[in-house]
């Protein structure tokens, strides 16, 4: 800091004294202690004279008489405690008579000047106006905790419009432009803790691009309550947003008479701004009660030309007068809470019903409303009068195919129906999962062909739509195509235990996807093969493969408490030929660890997929986690088939062993063909479960031989802290060694910006009869011993070529009330991701984007089926793991034809750094999107700058507290890479 010195004019008349002659008086001492200080410390002055009969200190550029400072009358001998602002030379002057004496003292005030920040986060092109641009910078503040960056963001044309963000850590998002196109502008000026500025760090200017207008409906009016005895009329606006960043002409249109809007002219809308559309409803006739349904649609024309239309739903209920129907109304779905309305053709199809219960105390006034995208759906019945306590009620769902818009154009068509309590909260209401589908009429029997040259095809492990355990299972699943031109895909059904070859029950479909839209499959095995209570494989073929994207789950929907609650996971899509296999040059067995069993509160069920088209034997062995031989069987595989050996096979599952952590062997023993194999490990009270898949393992390793594999690898995902609706993470984790002698590894946990824990050793002791195991149900809190919450990823050194792990991240559904089991989850391999190490990823591993050493660049991962709204919110969590820098981009596209792009995010990552973006899509898309649906989304993430590799997850977790289901998704390729694709 710039020290100024200003000499103080000690005048003796200012003492105000009568001056007899007298000797000269003497300064022997005038001292300050300590002479340097840091902002907002003192220091001591003190001093001794002699033959003085005053004595005045003067305080450099403080106000005082004509502008000398401020002056304090102080005893001949003493001390005075001073706080200076800034550096400060005091005086002190001592008078006898006319005779006077000074001296001076500088106290002297350090704080070191930062140095100025270098931007680390440059785009390499313009970003899209609209989007959240990443601005990073060097942390010239490291070790100082007070510190503080003050950042100057400028936006619009020649960065005119400027704010200041006050931040701590050396980097911000700013929103860019909405509107023409323009520049963003930062500049940062650190300010050290003491309060000290630094240096200012040079003018970034970043380039904004123009994207196409498009709109969104934010949330729907909703069910207006009109009571008899209120004014006639009432009003409600509906937000539609330009999430383009051009402007665009919406136009409004509506054939209802129940209610008039506004504007009703085509008007503009400013690029990321929100039209607001007046609603005026007339309330219906005295004596009616009901609800009136109507329908909105917003049209507007691309840059392009094409036309496009969004609709919503518009509600008013009339509701009956309730004098007091009190608190403590709760509705829930009796039976499912998803809704298929199917037919084939174009036809509407028939109606289905749906029961809601209270199950509360009190009476509920009921009165329903539909999401944005559900235009074609009405829902009627009995709203005119409450629904009493213990009561339940039937209405009936239709689809009026004629109300479809641009945007509603690919089948089936997905939306949410809430039906609530008008007198209560929204949590006390219920949501359903509606479908209008279009059915493709299957067909059956025949030979399946052989795959043409060069072509290859995916393989679902299991679908499934049918009861059991009390739950009923169904299969849900997306295609997306991320070309220019239509799709052509055809499915094979295998049921269980059938020839995929030749068998008569093997059925055929044959679908359509518009370019750059998404095909939704929604419990797909009824919806596209007409089966239903039964399981088996699904094979996937198209000659155009390479520019689709795949993923499929399977939900379990069960009833708890008089509540419907839904878990699910992810379900393995393979490759074609991809698994383990006796016939090929170097023979491969599958190994699952982790394996569950009733007297631990779970189950765990063994599925096994061929997918090479030949028969093969296996025997499948499961060993204790001591390692010793539990069970075994010997199971054969017919071609393209799927075999599911459940936790009641005494065989495998002897009653009464002792079953918690075990590990599953599946060894090829005969035959040519290949297997695929993973396990679901089911919570009995929640029926939650997890996926777990299979570590293909070349058979030389279990002999002790086989290529180590080095090189740090991570599990992205562990966990051991409170979240929302009174969740509790931990993560458990499992290592398993194959190997005839010790293995050791080495464990570092990298907490979210905190200091990383270890690295510690693990010893895994030598298999014996079969693979041994060691186990930590809470790794955090027992091998790190870790006691406050943390999340993060673990790193993971040592050959894991001779190692199977296994982890699983689980809450309780209820802190309070353990018998209701667990949400469950686990991290597994992208589709068509590798097997050779499943839920640990290294630099190598296909789903991380970025140029490994080993050459080729895998440049964009995509990932479709991503939702985010009142049922679900989601996390996008990012991680390098090369130990080298890199900046990706992060985009949403729309699950309509034409493949609307939403948003899109730059990201900056450090060697070995993992970000975790909560609820990222409402985050990407904008800040007013609270009421959005937004679902059916593809998320691709792109390699921008740098050499490093980068990981993507997200994790989709229910907002329901009575689920707390928790899904843990890896974004990967499912397929090679497709050249006639384009970035996104």
């Not at 074609?376 to 629904?387: A, E, I, K, N, Q």
């Not at 493969?545 to 379990?556: C, E, F, G, I, N």
């Not at 929640?686 to 898949?693: E, G």
């Not at 195991?773 to 027992?782: K, Q, R, S, T, Y």
């Amino acid at each position: 800091m710039r020290v100024i010195l200003v000499r103080a004019a000690v005048l003796g008349a200012l003492l105000g004294l009568a001056a007899p002659a007298a000797a000269q008086p003497v300064i022997h001492t005038f001292t300050a202690t300590p002479p340097e200080i840091a902002p907002g410390s003192s220091s001591t002055l003190s001093w001794t004279t002699s033959g003085a009969t005053a004595a005045l200190i003067t305080e450099e550029g403080a106000p005082g008489p004509g502008g000398g400072g401020a002056q304090l009358s102080v005893p001949v001998n003493g001390s005075l405690v001073v706080t200076p602002p800034q550096t400060t030379r005091y005086t002190l002057a001592v008078v006898a008579g006319e005779q006077t004496a000074s001296a001076e003292v500088t106290v002297t005030v350090s704080c070191p000047a930062p140095g100025a920040p270098a931007f680390t986060a440059v785009p390499g092109a313009p970003v899209v106006a609209g989007s959240v641009l990443t601005v990073a910078w060097t942390p010239v503040l490291a070790g100082d905790p007070d510190g503080r960056y003050h950042v100057d963001v400028g936006t619009g044309p020649t960065c005119a419009s400027r704010t200041t963000v006050v931040t701590a850590r050396p980097g911000i998002q700013v929103p860019t432009v909405a509107g023409e196109p323009g520049e963003v502008c930062v500049l940062v000026r650190p300010f050290s803790g003491l309060g000290c500025a630094g240096k200012d760090s040079r003018e970034l200017r970043v380039t904004v691009a123009p994207a196409p207008p498009g709109f969104a409906v934010l949330s729907p009016p909703g069910a207006l309550s009109v009571e008899r005895a209120v004014p006639a009329t009432a009003n409600a606006t509906v937000p539609v947003r330009n999430l383009g960043s051009t402007s665009g002409v919406l136009t409004l249109v509506s054939g209802d008479t129940f209610y008039t809007f506004s504007p009703k002219v085509p008007t503009g809308v400013p690029a990321g701004t929100v039209l607001p559309v007046a609603l005026s409803f007339a309330a219906a006739p005295t004596g009616e009660a009901g609800l009136l349904r109507g329908n909105l649609v917003a049209s507007w024309n691309e840059l392009s030309g094409a036309f496009r239309s969004v609709s919503t739903p518009v509600h008013l209920a009339v509701l009956p007068p309730v004098p007091d129907p009190g608190p403590g109304a709760r509705l829930t779905a009796v039976g499912s809470d998803e809704v298929h309305l199917r037919t084939t053709g174009t036809a509407n199809p028939p109606p289905s019903d749906v029961a809601v219960a209270n199950v509360g105390a009190h009476a509920a006034r009921l009165r329903a409303s539909i999401s944005p995208g559900g235009s074609w759906l009405s829902v009627s019945g009995d709203f005119s009068t409450p629904l009493p306590p213990g009561a339940s009620r039937v209405f009936r769902l239709s689809v009026d195919r004629g109300r479809r818009t641009t945007e509603e154009s690919v089948a089936p068509l997905p939306t949410r129906l809430r039906i609530e309590n008008a007198d209560g909260p929204p949590e006390e209401g219920v949501s359903f999962r509606v479908f209008d589908e279009e059915l493709v009429p299957p067909e059956v029997g025949g030979s399946r062909p052989a795959l043409p040259p060069g072509q290859t095809s995916l393989f679902v492990g299991s679908a499934v739509s049918a009861g059991g355990a009390g739950a009923v299972f169904v299969s849900d699943g997306w295609i997306r195509n991320r070309g220019p031109d239509e799709a052509e895909v055809v499915l094979y059904f295998t049921p269980d235990g059938a020839d995929g070859l030749s068998d008569w029950s093997v059925r055929k479909a044959s679908v359509t996807v518009p370019p750059y839209g998404t095909r939704r499959l929604a419990d797909f095995l009824p919806s596209l093969f007409a089966a239903s209570g039964t399981s088996g494989q699904v094979e996937i073929r198209s000659a155009s493969l390479p520019q689709l994207s795949v993923r499929t789950t399977v939900d379990a929907v069960s009833t708890r408490r008089g509540t419907t609650a839904r878990y699910g996971a992810e379900i393995p899509v393979v490759l074609a030929g991809q698994g383990a296999s006796r016939a090929r040059t170097s023979p491969s067995r599958v190994v699952l660890p982790g394996v569950r069993s009733a007297a631990a509160g779970f189950r765990t069920n063994l599925i096994l997929a061929e997918t090479s088209g030949e028969a093969v034997t296996l025997d499948v062995r499961l060993h204790g986690s001591g390692g010793a031989l539990v069970g075994r069987k010997t199971v054969p595989l017919k071609a393209y088939s799927k075999t599911q050996v459940n936790s009641t096979d005494p065989a495998l599952f002897p009653p009464g062993a002792e079953i918690d952590f075990a590990t599953l062997v599946v060894v090829p023993v005969d035959g040519n063909g290949t297997v695929s194999a993973f396990a679901t490990v089911l919570d009995n009270a929640s029926q939650s479960y997890a996926t777990r898949v299979g570590q293909v393992v070349a058979e030389e390793v279990f002999g002790g031989g086989g290529k180590p594999a080095t090189g740090p690898a991570f599990l992205p995902a562990v966990a051991r802290a409170a979240a929302a609706n009174r969740s509790f993470y931990t993560t458990s984790f499992v290592a398993v060694n194959l190997a005839p002698t010790e293995t050791v590894l080495t464990l570092t946990f990298f907490p979210d910006g905190g200091t990383s824990l270890g690295p510690k050793q693990l010893r895994l002791p030598a298999a014996g009869e079969g693979p041994r195991a060691v186990v930590f149900p809470d790794l955090l809190g027992e091998f790190f011993d870790v006691s406050q919450p943390a999340a993060g990823m673990l790193r993971v050194d040592g050959d894991r070529s001779r190692v199977a792990v296994a982890s699983e991240t689980s809450t309780p559904v209820d802190l309070d009330d353990p018998s209701l089991g667990r949400s469950i989850a686990a991290v597994n391999p992208a589709p068509g991701g590798s097997h050779s190490h499943p839920g640990l990823f290294d630099a190598e591993a296909p789903e991380a984007v970025g140029t490994p050493e080993s050459g080729a660049a895998t440049r964009v991962v995509w990932h479709p089926g991503v939702e985010e709204g009142a049922a679900f919110r989601t996390n996008l969590i990012l991680a390098e793991l090369s130990g080298r820098p890199a900046t990706v981009v992060v985009a949403l596209t729309g699950r309509a034809s034409g493949g609307a792009l939403l948003a899109t995010k730059q990201v900056e990552l450090a060697a070995f750094q993992r970000r975790q973006l909560d609820k990222f899509v409402r985050g990407m898309v904008g800040g007013d999107t609270q009421g959005l649906e937004l679902a059916d989304l593809e998320l691709s993430i792109r390699a921008e700058s740098g050499e490093g590799r980068v990981l993507a997850m997200i994790t989709r977790i229910d907002n329901d507290p009575a689920s707390k289901r928790a899904d843990i998704l890896t974004l990967g390729p499912a397929i090679p890479p497709c050249g006639a694709c384009p970035d996104p």
